[in-house]
Nanobody, 121 residues
Framework: QVQLVESRGGSVQAGGSLRLSCAAS????????MGWYRQAPGKQRELVAA???????NHLDSVKGRFTISRDVGKNTVSLQMDSLKPEDTAIYYC?????????WGTGDYWGQGTRVTVSS
């Protein structure tokens, strides 16, 4: 199987920065895409940023210019650098990977356990 392990989030004041990391391990042949989602209390989970195999990236409009996703294909890791954080960025952040697995029935989408980010005003 495949496991995604995220780094710990944290609490910062508005305007501060945090960096989240996620590492995938297990029966991985290749990962076609990795990304970060978030879910704030009472809201639906939304895509924050994603990157595909070709290196292209996309970011949620509200985080463009503040957040940057990056990926190390060789290490099966993805990071999210979050700058100029705002209180509305407060949420649980989840890493996701789209995995081709060498394990029978193992190919599919995998999620990290979630990490909490709190931004105070």
């Amino acid at each position: 199987q495949v496991q995604l392990v995220e780094s710990r989030g944290g609490s910062v004041q508005a305007g501060g920065s945090l960096r989240l990391s996620c590492a995938a391990s297990g029966s991985i042949v290749t990962i076609s895409a990795m990304g970060w989602y978030r879910q704030a209390p009472g809201k639906q989970r939304e895509l924050v940023a994603a990157t595909g195999g070709g290196g292209g990236t996309n970011h949620l409009d509200s985080v463009k210019g503040r957040f940057t996703i990056s990926r190390d294909v060789g290490k099966n890791t993805v990071s999210l650098q979050m700058d100029s954080l705002k209180p509305e960025d407060t949420a649980i952040y989840y890493c996701k990977a789209v995995v081709l697995s060498s394990s029978p029935w193992g190919t599919g989408d995998y999620w990290g356990q979630g990490t909490r980010v709190t931004v105070s005003s």
